[in-house]
Structure formats: structure tokens, C-alpha cells
């Protein structure tokens, strides 16, 4: 730090040098996030000095919250679910575990999880001190084998966890199964929808996967991801409204005399965010930007198997993947641990851009 300040000037000029080293969003095909919508700006700028850790001073934003939370609870089948607002999938998931743990005491505790599991789910059981277990997928396959999964089930287990929208493959594992597994065993069901959340609720046929289903627990799903919000910005609700309050520490100097979050000062600003994009856009909205997502996916595939590559799964949500080949380049694509290439269709990966890539392939073929 130096001694003395600069000008607004300099400082906009420091931040924009270090901004333009990063790659634009026109050729990042390796993320979940995106561009928040234009909405968040205000709704962010709004909110910027509010703080959620203490709800009785700032009881406008914790409104806020309950709101943007009843609008999720609603859209996952169950207006009543409880929760909050997180930074982000891995928070969630450790959140929902945390409380899994204090529901269903064990001695040597394990939780079971799909072999597509997002690696938050080491994280989490280095933490809780667990035993991660893990369930292969089907035969041919990317989702989980559930009589397999059944079998890793035994009388330590706390949770079982299903994923809808893997992080590799993008696909929705059964999620009946997997919560019929909770329910016969008596343990908790939790399912990772990070990324499928803001997906699969407006797919022209969606997949079951939230609190319709008879079992599940608790939902993680994330705005900063298909929810058009601000990084950071995850949601974890809960179906029974009492689960959270298994985590409920005491605050004795706070407004507010207890608390059930993982963090103690949360922004608010990204609650604004991410209630503002529900607000504007509407499922109506929601629908259009995923249905695009999709078209511009069934584009991509179209387009790469033109050219004679292989595509290693017809795409369930806006993710497709392809046997690995040279990127042109300047295109960011990641590969997954089989080695393939895993193209994340986000909205920002508008049609334009997937004609450019594809011309650029195309070219490079030559
Ligand atoms: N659950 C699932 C199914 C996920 O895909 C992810 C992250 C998480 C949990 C964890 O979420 P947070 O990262 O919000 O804690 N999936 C992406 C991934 O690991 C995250 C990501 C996003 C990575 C954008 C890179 C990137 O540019 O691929």
C-alpha cells in the first residue's frame, strides 16, 4: 500500500489493466458462471453497504431474503422450504451435510455420494471428519448406480446425495431413487443442484429432482451459476423449516439472538441481485434464457459432429461433451477426468459466439 492515494483515475486504470488479462466472456466455454443480467447492477449498488449477518439492523434485506427464498421454495415445490442464501455450491453442500450430521448422530459417521459428486464433497468430509463414500456410475452411464449406492449404505451413514446437473456431464441423476434410499434408511437425502437448479424447472420437460419428490431434504442451488446473479451467490433451502435450526449457535450481542449460517457477515447485495433477476425475468424469462441455451447446445453438437467429432453423451441440460480435440487459439475449454472436452453452454455463450468457435474449428481443420 502506498503512503498516499491516488486519483479515481488511476485507480479505474490500475483495475482495468489487470481486467483486460482476463479472458473475455466470448471465448470462456469452461464455465458455470456468466454475465449477471443487467438488472443486478442496480439491485447490487442498492444493497452494497448491507450486512445479513445482522438482520435486526438491517431487517429491509433479511425481507428481501425471505422473499427471494419463498420465490425459490415455490419454483423447487415447496413454498414452506427453509434456508439461505450461501456463497456459492460448496457452502450448501457443507452447509446441508452439517445439519444431515447433527440430524442423524452416528458414531463413525460416512455419507454416500455419486461418483459425479463436485469435489466441494472431500472438503466437506475432511471438515465434518466423515467417511466419503462413493457410488459408481450405472453401466453406460453418467448417473449414479442407486443399487449400488444402496449397497455403500450401512448403519453409520448420515446423508446420501443425489447431483441434477452434474458438474462433468451435466446430467440429472434418479433422484427418486436416491432419496427412496434416505427414506428406507432413515437418513437424509441431499441434492446438489448447483448448476441444474436454474435449469431444469424450465426445460420444455423438466426432470424431477426438488422436493416433489418424496424424501429429499434439502436443495442446493446456485444464482451465481444458470441463476443470472452475482458472484458470489449460492441458496440451500431446506424442507422441513426446522432442519436448519440444528445449527442455531447463539449471537449474544448481535439484534438478532441466535444464528444457523455458516458465515457471520453476509452481503445482501447479492440477495438483491439474484431476487432481482426472479423479479424480471419471471419463469417466462427464465424459460427463453434456457431454451436458448439449450438451442445454442444442440447447435454446438451439430456442428462438432459435422466436423467428425465425437460426442460422448446426447446433452441433458446446456453442457455438451466432447472425445478430446485442438481448441483453436484463445477458447477456453476444460477437460474432465476422463479426459474429454466439456463445453458449458452458459448464456453468455450466445449463438454468434458458437458460430465464430465453430468456424474457427472448421478452420483450423483446413
Ligand atoms: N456442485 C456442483 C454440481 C458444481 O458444479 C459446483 C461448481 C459446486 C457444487 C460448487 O460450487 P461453488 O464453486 O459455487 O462453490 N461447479 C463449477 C466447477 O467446479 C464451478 C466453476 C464455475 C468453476 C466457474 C469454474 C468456473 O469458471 O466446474
Redesign the pocket.
Known amino acids: 500500500m502506498e503512503e498516499k492515494g491516488c486519483t479515481r483515475e488511476e485507480v479505474i486504470a490500475a483495475l482495468a489493466g489487470l481486467r483486460a488479462a482476463d479472458t473475455p466472456h466470448d471465448h470462456i466455454l ?4 456468466t454475465i449477471p443480467h443487467q438488472i443486478t447492477t442496480a439491485a447490487r449498488e442498492m444493497f452494497a453497504a448491507t450486512n445479513l449477518g445482522d438482520p435486526g439492523v438491517f431487517s429491509g434485506t433479511a425481507k428481501l431474503e425471505q422473499l427471494f427464498l419463498e420465490s425459490v421454495g415455490e419454483l423447487l415445490h415447496c413454498k414452506t422450504a427453509a434456508g439461505w442464501m450461501t ?5 450448501s ?1 457443507l452447509q446441508a451435510i452439517r445439519a444431515a450430521k447433527k440430524l442423524h448422530p452416528k458414531e463413525k459417521p460416512n455419507i454416500v455420494v455419486p461418483a459425479s459428486a ?3 464433497f472431500h472438503k466437506i468430509s475432511d471438515i465434518l471428519g466423515l467417511e466419503l463414500r462413493t457410488a459408481p456410475y450405472e453401466a453406460g452411464k453418467f448417473t449414479v448406480d442407486t443399487e449400488k449406492m444402496a449397497e455403500l449404505v450401512d448403519k453409520n451413514t448420515i446423508a446420501v446425495s443425489a ?1 441434477a ?3 462433468e456431464y451435466g446430467v440429472v441423476d434418479d433422484v427418486s431413487r436416491v432419496a427412496k434410499i434416505a427414506l428406507e434408511n432413515d437418513i437424509f437425502c441431499h441434492v ?1 443442484a ?2 441444474g437448479g436454474f435449469v431444469i424447472p424450465f426445460l420444455k420437460q423438466p426432470i424431477p429432482f426438488d422436493f416433489a419428490i418424496d424424501g429429499v431434504d434439502s436443495v442446493s442451488l ?1 444464482p ?2 444458470m441463476g443470472l446473479g452475482t458472484i458470489p451467490g ?1 441458496c440451500l433451502l431446506f424442507r422441513d423449516a426446522e432442519s436448519p435450526l440444528s445449527l442455531s449457535v447463539d449471537t449474544p450481542y448481535l439484534t438478532s439472538k441466535s444464528q444457523t449460517t455458516l458465515t457471520g457477515t453476509r452481503p445482501g447485495a447479492d440477495v438483491a441481485a439474484a431476487y432481482a433477476v426472479l423479479k424480471y425475468l419471471g419463469k417466462e424469462g427464465f424459460r427463453d434464457i434456457v431454451s436458448g441455451c439449450m438451442e445454442n447446445t444442440r447447435r454446438l453438437v451439430e456442428g462438432l459432429s459435422a466436423y467428425g467429432y465425437e460426442k460422448v453423451l446426447d446433452p441433458v441440460l446446456n453442457l455438451a461433451v466432447f472425445r478430446d480435440f485442438s481448441i483453436p487459439d484463445g477458447w477456453k475449454v476444460s477437460h474432465i477426468r476422463d479426459g474429454s472436452l466439456r463445453f458449458v453452454m452458459m448464456p453468455h455463450v450466445t449463438r454468434d459466439v458458437v458460430e465464430k468457435f465453430l468456424n474457427e474449428v472448421g478452420e483450423q481443420k483446413k
Open positions: 469452461c464455465s458455470m458462471c456463497s456459492g455450491g460448496t457452502e453442500n463436485h469435489f466441494s447431483v446437473g452434474t458438474t446438489d448447483a448448476f446456485d451465481h451459476k449460492g
